[in-house]
C-alpha cells in the first residue's frame, strides 16, 4: 500500500522566531491539517534548553523550552492528533539542546545535523563542501552514538540546506559506503529520517544529490516521516505536491513509514 500522506511532523508555530507570523498559529495549523485528511501533526518550535544546558547564541538563548511552552496545550479534534515537539539543534561541540528531563516533555524531538548557515554555533563557518561533507556524517555518528530515545525522535531535513549549493556539492561527495553504513546505524537506532524536500529541490540541477541520501536509507531499512516545515500560511500550497512528489520518487509505502513510539 503506498505510503499515506496522513501527518506532517515539522511545524512551526508563530513562536520560532523565523516565522514570527501572527497566522501561525495553532488553530490555523489544526484547520490546514484537518483539510487535508491528516491524522498526526506536530509542532516542532526552534528550542535550546537554556534552563539546563547555558547558550550564549543569540538565536537560542530566548528560543527555551519555557517559550515554546506558551502554544500548550495544543487544540485537538475528532480527526487530528495535534503532538508537541521541538526541533533542537546539535552544537559544534556535539552538544544536544535538550537535557534529560525535557526530553520526557515533548512527545518528538528532531535533530537538523546541517543548520551550517550558523557559523560560529553549529560548525566554524565558511566551510568548503568537503569539509561539510565529513561533518555532516561525524556529527550523524556523533548523534547516534548518544543514549537518546531515538523512537521519538527524527533527523530534520538531511538534505535540505540553508547554504545551498555548497552543502548540496558536499551530499554528492560522500561516498555510497558512507551513506549505506550512517543509514544502517539510523535504521538499526530507530530514529525517523525526515522527507522536507521542496519541488524544486526535487527537480533542479542539484536533485540527485538531494535525493540519494534517502534512497540509501530506504535500501537499508530507515523509516520515514513527512515534515513541511511551514512557517507560514504562505507555503500551505504547496506542501501537498512536495509530499506526493518525495514518496512517488522514492516509492514509498506505508511499511516505510515511522510511528513516534514504535
Ligand atoms: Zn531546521
Ligand atoms: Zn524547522
Known sequence: MRFKIDHDLHIHSKLSFCSNNPEQTAENILKYAEER????????????????????????????????????????????????????????????????????????IIVPLNHFHMG?????????????AELVIKRFDALLDMDLPFEKMGIAHFSDACVESRYYRALALIPDSEYRRI???????????????????????????????????????????????????????????RFNMAVDLLGLTEDDKFIIGK
Not at 120 to 132: A, K
Request: charged share 30%; proline share 3%; aromatic share 14%.
Open 183 to 241: 543509514f544502517s546505524r539510523a535504521a538499526e537506532k530507530g530514529i525517523g529520517i525526515e522527507l522536507n524536500m521542496e519541488v524544486e529541490h526535487m527537480t533542479g540541477e542539484y536533485k540527485d544529490a538531494i535525493l540519494a541520501p534517502y534512497f540509501f536509507a530506504k535500501e537499508v531499512g530507515c523509516k520515514f516521516y513527512l515534515g513541511s516545515d511551514i512557517h507560514s500560511p504562505r507555503r500551505i500550497g504547496q506542501v501537498m505536491d
Open 37 to 108: 485528511n491528516f491524522s498526526t501533526i506536530c509542532f516542532t518550535d526552534h528550542m535550546w534548553d537554556t534552563a539546563r544546558i547555558p547558550t550564549k547564541d543569540d538565536f537560542y538563548e530566548n528560543q527555551c523550552f519555557e517559550y515554546i511552552c506558551q502554544s500548550l496545550p495544543l487544540p485537538q479534534s475528532d480527526k487530528v492528533k495535534f503532538l508537541f515537539g521541538c526541533e533542537t539543534d546539535f552544537n559544534k561541540d556535539f552538544v544536544l539542546g535538550i537535557a534529560k528531563e525535557t526530553m520526557e516533555k515533548v512527545d518528538f
Open 120 to 132: 560560529g554555533f553549529t560548525c566554524r563557518g565558511g566551510e568548503s563542501s568537503e569539509e561539510l
